[in-house]
């Protein structure tokens, strides 16, 4: 067997160890040659920018700002259907809401534990696809506000 001095001799000790897995960002060449692609410029990911950077964008602010406005038409909905729970079975026009309101005997229970629960899902999937693609979030977020402020027009003018 060989001594740690005898095969550190071995080794070559000027090349840099390559890796094996390519990462996401990584092309082959860049992997076998790191020194020649020094001129190629990596785009920034936005998760790799660190989240003090993101709370401070502009774009963040207008984000949260959406995704609150959403948040709160949602539980102006849901005050409105608990108010008016003795009418909803006659009153409302969501079908789903229907079904689940007849499937437990009238009572809006089941209903609302789902509408919430939705919300709830449907924000934390908004901010995950703002922090990975923040065009898309802020995209998707304008559509949904827009289409809440029209349910919360409806709602309260109709």
């Known amino acids: 067997m060989f001594a740690t001095a005898e095969v550190s001799k071995l080794m070559p000790t000027d ?6 897995l390519l990462s996401h960002w990584a ?5 076998l040659a790191p020194e020649s692609t020094a001129n190629i410029h990596r785009q920034e990911h936005p998760r790799d920018r660190p989240m003090i950077d993101l709370v401070r964008h502009h774009d963040w602010r207008r984000f949260c700002a959406l995704w609150l ?11 409105l259907t608990l108010r008016f729970r ?15 309101m ?7 229970s089941l209903f609302l534990s789902l509408k919430f629960l939705g919300t709830i899902l449907s924000l934390g999937i908004l901010v995950n696809v703002f922090l990975c ?18 349910l919360l027009m409806y709602l309260t003018l109709a």
């Open 86 to 100: 003795d009418d909803l079975l006659y009153n409302e026009e969501n079908r789903i809401g229907l079904y689940l």
């Open 69 to 79: 406005l959403i948040g709160v038409v949602s539980a102006i909905d849901v005050y």
């Open 15 to 20: 090349r840099k160890p390559q890796s094996v």
């Open 102 to 108: 007849k499937l437990n005997g009238g009572d809006p």
């Open 27 to 31: 092309t082959a060449d860049e992997n």
């Open 133 to 150: 693609r923040p065009k898309w979030g802020m995209l998707v977020a304008k559509c949904v506000a827009a289409f809440q402020v029209g």
